[in-house]
């Protein structure tokens, strides 16, 4: 099974920029849609972004469209997640997920392995 490691957290101010990164062990980084979630304080864990197994497909959570960008590079087993203008209620701790198929939407039960999450403050 694919193992899945976060990284590139931190602490931003609003209005700032992070990128995420999510790399995969294994060889069959391809076959698998990925995405992001996150869990804020007190909150359940939610879906942020997912993206088909070519990088050809990608969607995202009303909240996030326009300021974040969800990719992949397959020939480096890694997916990324550009944050652009962050705010302070996209403090979380965000996880990367895989699913074994092509594509994947924002329902956890589809994900087949998780990573440990990284954290995101974002200071007002």
């Known amino acids: 099974q694919v193992q899945l490691v976060e990284s590139g957290g931190g602490l931003v101010q609003a209005g700032g920029s992070l990128r995420l990164s999510c790399a995969a062990s294994g060889r069959t980084f391809s076959r698998y849609a990925m995405g992001w979630f996150r869990q804020a304080p007190g909150k359940e864990r939610e879906f942020v972004a997912a993206?088909?197994?070519?990088?050809?497909?990608?969607y995202y959570v009303d909240s996030v469209k326009g300021r974040f960008t969800i990719s992949r590079d397959n020939a480096k087993n890694t997916m990324y997640l550009q944050m652009n203008s962050l705010k302070p209620e996209d403090t979380a701790v965000y996880y990367c997920?895989?699913?074994?198929?092509?594509?994947?939407?924002?329902?956890?039960?589809?994900?087949?392995?998780w990573g440990q999450g990284t954290q995101v403050t974002v200071s007002s």
């Open positions: 993206i088909d197994w070519s990088g050809g497909s990608t």
């Open positions: 997920a895989a699913a074994v198929r092509y594509y994947s939407g924002p329902y956890q039960g589809e994900y087949d392995a």
